[in-house]
């Protein structure tokens, strides 16, 4: 099946050559599932494929996304041939620094497979790394929360993601909650443990560019960074996403029908063509997250609408200021539901 999703991947880039109209990718993301599962050989036949049918002679930044048990030894250094491609971030999905925090959230690793997969990947010497981490457990006490942020710290980590813990229903931690065998979370914990995540960014240097994005000056990652400002993505594989500036699509999720469907010629996707106003609104939500504010330019044909709407909005969420709305710490917290209240009606 392996070999089968390859060659399926490998036509995908072709059949979406022109799906970015000749703009160079200057960032490369290969996440999900597929790092664990692909040889390095796997990887440069891709990326020579992607070369093929795209400009990448700017690519600027290269992730690979990853769990700590898949960076053995073997697998790092395998990797580390890809560098000639570019290569030159890891995003590692740490969770947490305390095993009863990854236990709770059925994690496959534990906590010293964590610390020796960050430092396994800076002795093979990339600086850029990313971690994950999760707050707003049951069992993560705000000192273990801290505690987590000063390891992330003292291991001179540059990037941080993190995330309250969200219980998507139908997975086994939420038939856990439902039966009792396991504690819900509490939003008031999740609250706190966020209003500390930003404080340790205040104190330690950390850019809060994006509402769970964090990063030493100069070490913000590009392909977040693109994201949340709307620059023209390519997605590719089952459950990927792309969008052009006004077109959005996302691939079948399904691995068989995937194979199946491009092994015929065609990429199984849905798509979208955006409205003026749904890209404005996508503008509201991704901006408004981030240190770089939502322009209020954005409003330049719909002042009344936006001044109404700002009256609906707790003044202490937000401040505005040469020419852009920023969230503040507290707005912070609303952030989904301030974008709601801004949003234009079609």
Same mark, same amino acid.
């Given at each position: ?14 059949l ?21 599962l ?12 992607l ?9 600027? %930044?290269?992730t690979?996304?990853? &769990?700590?048990?898949? =960076?053995?030894h073997?697998? $790092? !250094?395998?990797? #580390?041939?890809? +560098?000639r491609?570019?290569?030159n ?5 740490v ?13 496959a ?23 994950d ?13 801290a505690?987590?942020? %000063?390891?992330?710290?003292?291991? &001179?980590?540059?990037? =941080?993601?993190?995330?309250? $813990? !969200?219980?998507? #229903?139908?997975? +086994? ?9 396991a504690v ?5 914990n ?21 509402i ?14 693109n ?93 505005i200021?040469?020419?852009s ?22």
């Amino acid at each position: 099946m392996k070999e089968d999703f390859v060659i399926a991947l490998l036509r995908e880039i072709e059949l979406s050559a022109g799906y970015l109209k000749g703009e160079p990718i200057t960032t490369i993301y290969f996440g999900g599932g597929t790092p664990s599962l692909l040889h390095e050989d796997d990887f440069t036949r891709i990326l020579l494929q992607l070369g093929r049918y795209h400009d990448i002679s700017k690519l600027e %930044e290269f992730t690979i996304e990853t &769990n700590p048990d898949d =960076l053995t030894h073997e697998k $790092l !250094t395998g990797l #580390s041939t890809l +560098t000639r491609f570019g290569l030159n971030r890891f995003s590692i999905g740490v969770q947490s620094f305390h095993n009863e925090d990854l236990a709770y959230m059925n994690r496959a690793h534990n906590a010293q497979e964590a610390l020796d997969a960050i430092k396994r990947t800076q002795d093979k010497g990339f600086e850029l790394l990313t971690i994950d981490l999760i707050y707003g457990t049951p069992t993560m006490t705000h000192d273990k929360w801290a505690e987590n942020l %000063e390891i992330a710290k003292g291991l &001179n980590v540059p990037h =941080l993601s993190s995330y309250a $813990l !969200t219980v998507e #229903s139908k997975t +086994t931690l939420a038939k856990k909650i439902k039966k009792g065998e396991a504690v819900d979370t509490n939003d008031d914990n999740t609250s706190h443990q966020f209003d500390m995540l930003m404080q340790f960014a205040r104190e330690n240097n950390y850019d809060h560019y994006e509402i769970s994005n964090f990063a030493l000056p100069g070490k913000h990652a590009i392909h977040n960074t693109n994201y949340w400002r709307g620059v023209p993505y390519l997605g590719l594989g089952p459950s990927a996403h792309s969008f052009d500036g006004t077109n959005r699509r996302w691939n079948v999720s399904n691995l068989k029908t995937y194979i199946d469907s491009i092994a015929k010629g065609s990429i199984p996707l849905e798509e979208e063509l955006l409205t003026p106003i749904q890209r404005t609104n996508e503008k509201i939500m991704t901006s408004l997250r981030t240190m770089w504010g939502l322009p209020l330019a954005t409003f330049v044909d719909h002042q009344a609408s936006f001044t109404e709407s700002l009256q609906e909005i707790d003044p202490s969420w937000y401040l505005i200021k040469e020419g852009s709305i920023y969230l503040t710490n507290e707005g912070k917290h609303f952030a989904d539901r301030i974008a709601a209240t801004l949003f234009l009606e079609e």
